[in-house]
Nanobody, 127 residues
Framework: QVQLVESGGGLVQAGGSLRLSCAAS????????MGWFRQAPGKEREVVAA????????YYADSVKGRFTISRDNAKTTVYLQMNSLKPEATAVYYC????????????????????WGQGTQVTVSS
């Protein structure tokens, strides 16, 4: 069982930055690939970024590539999402998710493949 708690959301002007954190419980954090997803009102939840259990490989949605950075600190059982040059269309509830991968060093962009989800944190970007 893994519990995920996101923090760091808030209101920011377009062009600004935010850093989201997702703290995970449990001692097997390094066995989980992690992902950040977002859901805007009236839209489906979509993948933003994903990272392998070791942090060696990452994925970014085209809409955030070059502006967002996903990283993880396995010693602190925390995954981060640094968001720069934010745009109003980034306004959404952001969720982190964990997928048990064991010893496999892969990530997933499919929300259906993730086992655990946080409660979400609101990000609002004003124009």
């Amino acid at each position: 069982q893994v519990q995920l708690v996101e923090s760091g959301g808030g209101l920011v002007q377009a062009g600004g930055s935010l850093r989201l954190s997702c703290a995970a419980s449990g001692r097997t954090f390094s066995s989980y690939a992690m992902g950040w997803f977002r859901q805007a009102p009236g839209k489906e939840r979509e993948v933003v970024a994903a990272i392998t259990r070791t942090g060696g490989s990452t994925y970014y949605a085209d809409s955030v590539k070059g502006r967002f950075t996903i990283s993880r600190d396995n010693a602190k059982t925390t995954v981060y999402l640094q968001m720069n040059s934010l745009k109003p269309e980034a306004t959404a509830v952001y969720y982190c998710a964990a997928r048990m991968v064991g010893s496999n060093n892969t990530y997933s962009t499919s929300k259906g493949s993730y086992n655990y989800w946080g409660q979400g944190t609101q990000v609002t970007v004003s124009s």
